[in-house]
């Protein structure tokens, strides 16, 4: 199983909602709109503007629009404006690496699988996403609390 | 940043350690010459040889082989056979899944994104993961304590 954060999910699931809409949007109708707390919108906005994948608009009518198509949004990139680089890590999340030039999964074996998912991730764009999810809302998974659970190799 | 479990990272050391030996390995040997910790390589084999991809050889010169060559083993395969079924999640480890029916990550617009990264990776193979890694040994990343951490978008 590869754990994705949720802040890359949620960053889908705001884009996705900017797409749907004409108008421009602030980050309080965007949290209302596809129930992503509104901190965590605001600051996954503000690191989306500077990636340049949203625009933001000042004043009195302001709020944010997506800069380019979803079509030109690949998975890809949205990961990397998140979370950083897209490459496997087996790692604890939150802590800093005490070892990271010992680290084979940053230096070594899984080489050819982190180009390999990049490369697969450049070629899905948010477009291709939403159209593939007909059915229902695009939603964030944050209600989904856990499991990465696999009883059959437990003890 | 897309998080791979130990254990997998810890199997795929295994199994290459396993295609690099001619004779029969104990879990103890296995321990010895990877790092990973006994009770570790011992539940791996365990899961491994359910799945078919080690073999066990009973008796006083018993011990564990690759019940396939490292070619014909798909990275995909090890990490649905320690894992489960190759999926993204945002979900938090350890825990049951309150909410999977509700769960956008397991049922809906990530479908094309973990069709597209199970696919590749059944496209790459253990073999060609040992050979691309052709400077220093191929060990566990299990040193890496840590990381994850975005500092430009904390805070």
Known sequence: MLRLSKLADYAT???VQLGQQDTLM???ALAGATGVPEP???KLLKGLAADGL???HRGARGGYRLARALSEISIAAVITSVDGPIALTACVEGRVCEAKS???LSSGQWDMV???IRSTLESIN???MSRAHLTGGFAPASRCV???HHPAREG
């Open 13 to 15: 699931v705001l884009l």
């Open 26 to 28: 602030t980050a309080t």
């Open 40 to 42: 965590t919108v605001a």
């Open 54 to 56: 949203v625009a933001s």
């Open 102 to 104: 010992l680290c084979a």
């Open 114 to 116: 982190n180009k390999a």
């Open 126 to 128: 948010l477009d291709d």
């Open 146 to 148: 856990a499991h990465d």
